[in-house]
């Protein structure tokens, strides 16, 4: 994409079945919804420091920016970006890999969901809210980082994330337990919880001297 352009319209490479590498200049500031919806060969994609939200589906459309790409592996976003939107990665089976800026505050509902691809991720300390059905049922998601700033995370937001096995938390036992948790997020609640005490060292939830 040519530098210069600052805007890219609602389904501009909407179902672009070929299309296998964006690069997106800086000079792009804003991009309408689902934008790459459907791209399924769309394995690498570049987005400019412009960018400062991955749009979330609409009140009209229910097809995240990424939606149904199935060859995207991973993906770096760049530091602008604030917000992860609802199905932003809905259905992306192939990521394995993604980096979350530190600036997002928000994770959307159904954000990366049905990822069964995805083992691992880190949530940035900037985020206070996960959205429900964010992580459903991300089969292959051993491990996941939350930080302490994190008050709320919504309905089935991990349901049948059947490999989740640890989640390390940025904070004490007595601010998790703060945390306002939806229903039907047992795959999260039944994982080996590590925290930070007081002391600052990452102990699991049932004193294992290993942590």
């Known amino acids: 994409i040519s530098y210069g352009i600052t805007y890219i319209g609602s389904s501009a490479f909407r179902y672009c079945y070929s299309l296998t590498k964006v690069d997106m200049p800086d000079s792009v500031t804003s991009?309408?919804?689902?934008?790459?919806?459907g791209c399924?060969?769309?394995?690498?994609?570049?987005?400019?420091?412009?960018?400062?939200?991955?749009?979330s589906a609409t009140s009209y459309s229910?097809?995240?920016?990424?939606?149904?790409?199935?060859?995207?592996?991973?993906?770096?976003?760049?530091?602008s970006v604030t917000s992860i939107g609802d199905k932003a990665f809905y259905k992306c089976t192939d990521l394995t890999s993604i980096t979350l800026p530190e600036g997002v505050t928000s994770i959307g509902s159904s954000a990366f969901y049905e990822c069964s691809g995805l083992t691992s991720i880190t949530i940035p300390e900037s985020v206070t809210s996960i959205g429900s059905y964010a992580f459903y049922y991300c089969t292959s998601l051993t491990s996941i980082?939350?930080?302490e700033g994190v008050t709320s995370i919504g309905y089935e937001a991990f349901r049948n994330c059947t490999?989740?096995?640890?989640?390390?938390?940025?904070?004490s036992a007595e601010q998790w337990k703060a945390i306002e948790i939806g229903s039907f997020n047992e795959s999260l609640t039944n994982a080996t919880l590590h925290y930070y005490d007081a002391n600052g060292f990452c102990i699991a939830h049932e004193g294992d001297d290993n942590y």
């Open 145 to 147: 980082t939350i930080p």
């Open 31 to 37: 991009v309408g919804s689902y934008l790459f919806y």
């Open 163 to 171: 490999s989740l096995a640890d989640v390390c938390y940025l904070g």
């Open 40 to 55: 399924s060969s769309l394995a690498e994609v570049s987005l400019g420091s412009g960018i400062t939200e991955i749009k």
């Open 62 to 79: 229910y097809e995240g920016m990424f939606q149904n790409c199935t060859s995207l592996t991973s993906i770096t976003l760049p530091e």
